[in-house]
């Protein structure tokens, strides 16, 4: 109250005997114990700092993740790929993909993925995924693995080194991923999520439903490339993955191609080397490589 009432004295005081008065008053005020002064907070100053500590935090996480993990990542990725080629089925004729999911992590410890002679990443989060592919090589082959929303799918569609979306679910997603092919124009390799859980939690369109939607979309998005299928299996049940297995021949009588030709991405760091085992050609690996991850980080 009373450093209220000296600035309202202070103001109604002409020009030059404000500026003596603002002095004494300013002293003796100062030279009162009880009496603190601090520059008055304004919201917006107090946010920038905010802010910029919680950049720092981010960025000082991100060194310690890269700290941890990295000069581990070489040998990590080494260590699975021998187990995915002793696991090959023997009729074969490729070595499964190991796909290096690197959703929610930074950029070093992917380069050093990269480095390691991986080239083929996989990424769950639209706005991440752009940036990552702006800032990281061109060379790398980009999967989108995540569920894609239909507003979201023209920045996804121009991404030009994307190599693969694997989480198509639906005839309204593949409509909208023509519209915005064609318009570029390029065309785009899929696969198609199947839930073969029926779990409700999960994304995917059910197996009984397959059939129709691989021929609407054969017949009606020519830019929409079916590739295979991707699928995700209860934890521990192989059956799971053999009904995926079972699902591409259906497919491949659909689209009257060679079962072989169709990709099969099932099995993830907890059971890949089951996956394997029922045929899988591709296997999405993140923690076995990079670490546990950091949902926090999720943008």
């Not at 304004?42 to 700290?67: D, H, P, V, W, Y």
């Not at 696969?191 to 995917?204: F, M, R």
């Not at 979309?217 to 799971?240: A, T, W, Y």
Request: with cysteine; net charge positive; hydrophobic share 35%.
């Amino acid at each position: 109250n009373m450093f209220k009432q000296f600035l309202s004295k202070a103001s109604s005081l002409s020009l030059a005997s404000g500026s003596s008065l603002l002095s004494r008053q300013t002293q003796r005020l100062y030279n009162q114990p009880s009496i603190t002064f601090s520059a008055p907070r304004e919201r917006k100053c107090f946010s920038t700092t905010g802010i910029s500590l919680k950049s720092s935090m981010k960025n000082l996480k991100i060194k310690m993740e890269a700290e941890n993990v990295g000069g581990k990542i070489k040998s990590l990725i080494e260590e699975t790929m021998a187990k995915i080629k002793k696991c090959k089925l023997k009729d074969q004729k490729e070595t499964p993909l190991m796909l290096a999911v690197s959703k929610t992590k930074p950029n070093e410890l992917i380069m050093e993925a990269y480095d390691s002679g991986i080239r083929h990443f996989g990424e769950n989060y639209v706005e991440d995924f752009v940036k990552k592919s702006k800032e990281l090589p061109a060379d790398i082959c980009w999967h989108f693995i995540g569920h894609l929303q239909g507003n979201k799918a023209k920045k996804v569609c121009q991404i030009p080194n994307l190599y693969l979306l694997e989480s198509l679910d639906s005839l309204k997603l593949a409509k909208t991923l023509e519209k915005e092919c064609k318009k570029i124009p390029r065309e785009l390799n899929i696969l198609i999520q199947v839930n073969i859980s029926q779990e409700p939690s999960k994304s995917g369109v059910l197996p009984e439903e397959l059939e129709k939607l691989v021929a609407d979309i054969i017949s009606q998005c020519p830019h929409v490339k079916i590739k295979g299928l991707m699928g995700m299996g209860r934890q521990g049940e192989k059956e799971d993955l053999h009904i995926l297995h079972g699902l591409r021949s259906t497919v491949a009588k659909i689209m009257d191609v060679e079962e072989s030709t169709l990709q099969l991405s099932m099995g993830t760091s907890e059971d890949y080397l089951s996956a394997i085992e029922e045929g899988s050609t591709e296997v999405r690996i993140g923690t076995t490589i990079f670490g546990k991850r950091d949902y926090k980080q999720k943008p």
